[in-house]
């Protein structure tokens, strides 16, 4: 059986929520295309980011560890995939575009430097002169500009639900700036569902990354209100002793009561409100999408405690201190001799209308965790090959 793009797009209007995006009722692309016979708008969005350098890129750079520090903890890669993993499985129940979440799920970190937060920071410092950097605006400019694959257009030419998404991707550690995409309304409930499964994923994983690594105490973690509760849950005691099985049993339990409570939250959101279109979502006063007051408060206990006793972490500090090294001292380089460059970003920043700032702060962003480190070896340990 073959079913046209037409069909899908029918079955999705009879089967999607009325306050889903459907994808026949997309506002388009900048520059118009011929549609897909068989793929929907956002499917193609999907398959396009997923075939970005800029999303091979995210295996090597870090979520909280450098590669180099273990192959068993999360990468930004794989932080990516179990983001998009929780989107599907929330729109699927929510009645939302899955299509839609899945895509903004995949792209929304594509424009994070090596390094994480750190090189975020880095970045935004040595840009400061230049108009700073920050991994949300790198993002549009990665699907917008710098990824050169087509003949037609600049980018990924994505459709405005999906660029929209991208750019009120709203959670504690992003920067919205919305111009030019209605930044007076909300984004819609699949760019929503998107942030809450981010926050879960990143919740999740680091806790349990900080758990397998030792960096995290367990006698600490046990006091926290989301293990007791979990471990509840799970009926066992939350001063047991901890292996690797256990471990894992809590963190898949924690992502299916986090999931669990952000569909029965953001329903019983939908019904007091009144959704009833696409339109009635972006027109609320708030986000629609949302934890319980009690889950969103045992959130709140874990983030800072992840704050203080794993991103604050002597170990993980002193990485964040090399990585800053490194990254200040390429820029610093490259500034002083741009002929180290290649020839290719040379006559970028030669030519560019943004200045030659921007062009090399492009070139570091897109640097992977293991490229910049081997380049610093490059450029300043002379027995290094350059």
Known sequence: ????????????????????????????????????????????????????????RLDYKTQVFVYHEGDHYRNRLTHTIEVAQIGRSM??????????????????????????????????????????????RQTMRIVSALEDRYEDFPGLNLTYEVREGLVKHDTDYDVIDAVGYEPELAGALECQISNLADEIAYNAADLEDGLRSGVLDFLEVRELGIWRSVMAALGERADCRLDDKLRARVIRRLIGIEISDAINATAAALAERGISTADDVRAAAENIACFSDELHQLNRELKAFLMKSFYRHPRVMRMAYKANRVLTELFAAYVEDPRMLPREIQARMADSLEGPQRVLCDYIAGFTDRYAIEEHKRLFDPEARV
């Open 1 to 56: 059986m073959f079913l046209s793009r037409e069909e899908i797009e029918a079955r999705e209007c009879a089967t999607l929520a009325p306050y889903a995006v459907c994808s026949g009722a997309t506002r388009g692309r900048v520059y118009p295309e011929e549609e897909h016979p068989y793929r929907t708008a956002f499917q193609r969005d999907r398959d396009r980011i997923i075939h970005t350098t800029a999303f091979r």
């Open 91 to 136: 729109a699927r129940a929510l009645g939302a575009n899955e299509d839609l979440t899945e895509a903004i799920c995949l792209a929304h970190d594509l424009g994070h430097p090596a390094f994480g937060h750190t090189g975020e920071v880095t970045l935004n410092q040595l840009m400061a002169q230049w108009g700073g950097f920050d991994h949300q």
